[in-house]
């Protein structure tokens, strides 16, 4: 029997489709696209270009309003450093939640050494910030909100339509991490207000390796401080050789989600629905989240009174896990789940599932026959 996948939050497999069209990349279109003197970096410039056009066709951007870089990780330090350069001299006021990825928080951690002021707004039970503590947040000092589109533990949707509002209302930005929802939902940063956005390829059936940094150039322009120097590649806003092949792959990922969407998410709807509906029988069980707001690929599921580490090591079939992959390493139970108002015990009794566009209904009934197996046996 072969291992059945249901962490899709943690990375995706690169679709065939993806893999083809950046196999010329590697090979027979493999110029510089800064080679402004010969057809090998003709080629490779107007595939980069290409790229631009289909990142921005998924979120409704301007192709020249696309950023590449190497994942979500350096888009949002390049976000947060960036922005925090162009405006600590005027303002040094954050506001951001404490269910956002490590990334993100442990930026902030570090700006907050170099005198920036930051606000971390509490969740309630279902991962939801109150809108009313998000108004009254805001001083004459705050230039930035920084909050995610999707909770990559949970799934939480945050409703950032009106979070946008909030903030413009303040005068301030609106960053959006939102490497868990593009291609899982429809991002529109023009109708979401979002002023600057990252997401990932690896997340969407692209590869690992390359992401993009979507900055708003008009009303306002905003100007963000480079986090890498060097020959003023992109417009000098990310120094460095550009990963064609990657960047490639990131455009077509971008291109097949966008079209495979709506199938994609009723089917995976479905399987999640079969798969929560069976496995909330057992003992004990319950699911953590907003589930009326959340992406439909994600699960967060708690075990009461069993661990999950010990139930995961006897479902050796199945690629689950008890968080984000980013801190699968740290053995301190989910911060997303603690400031949620679960117990250190809930957190470590609690596994993501995450589902993807190849996964089955037969897979799903072999992941409920797991963990039938194992309440009964232990």
């Not at 990131?250 to 966008?258: H, R, S």
Request: contains cysteine.
């Amino acid at each position: 029997m072969k291992i059945i996948y249901f962490d899709h939050n943690a990375t995706t497999p690169v679709d065939a489709e993806v893999l083809e069209t950046m196999l010329p990349y590697f090979t027979k279109h493999y110029g510089n696209a800064s080679s402004k003197t010969h057809a090998f970096g003709w080629i490779a410039e107007q595939a980069v270009k290409t790229a631009q056009e289909q990142v921005a066709n998924l979120i409704q951007a301007h192709p020249e309003e696309i950023f590449f870089t190497s994942g979500a990780t350096e888009s949002i330090n390049t976000a947060l450093k960036g922005l925090c350069a162009r405006f600590g001299n005027n303002k040094n006021h954050i506001i951001s939640a404490v269910t956002e990825h490590e990334a993100v928080l442990e930026n902030l951690k570090k700006l907050q050494l170099k005198g920036f002021e930051v606000t971390l707004l509490p969740v309630n039970q279902q991962g939801q910030i109150n809108l009313e503590q998000l108004d009254k947040a805001f001083t004459s000092q705050t230039f930035l909100v920084c909050l995610m589109f999707a909770n990559n533990e949970t799934g939480t949707l945050f409703p950032i339509k009106e979070i946008a509002e909030i903030t413009h209302k303040h005068g301030a930005l609106l960053f959006c991490d939102a490497t868990q929802a593009v291609g899982k939902v429809e991002v529109n940063v023009i109708e979401s207000g979002i002023d600057i956005l990252c997401l990932s390829a690896h997340k969407m059936y692209g590869p690992k390796g390359v992401g993009a940094l979507y900055i708003k150039k008009k009303r306002p322009r905003i100007n963000i401080q480079p986090l890498i120097d060097g020959g003023g590649h992109q417009n000098g806003m990310r120094s460095g050789t550009l990963n064609v092949p990657g960047i490639v792959g990131l455009g077509k990922a971008c291109d097949m989600v966008k079209q495979q969407m709506a199938a994609t998410n009723l089917k995976i709807a479905n399987l999640r629905n079969l798969l929560e509906e069976k496995l909330t029988l057992l003992p004990n069980t319950y699911i953590h989240g907003d589930v009326q707001n959340r992406l439909v690929n994600t699960s967060n599921i708690g075990f009461k009174n069993k661990s999950a580490a010990d139930l995961i090591r006897h479902l050796k079939k199945l690629a689950v896990s008890m968080g984000s992959a980013c801190t699968s390493e740290k053995a301190s139970p989910s911060h997303v789940l603690m400031a949620m108002g679960f117990s250190e015990s809930e957190a470590q009794s609690s596994i993501r599932f995450s589902l993807g566009k190849h996964n089955t209904t037969e897979e799903v009934k072999a992941v409920i026959e797991m963990f039938n197996e194992i309440y009964q046996q232990h």
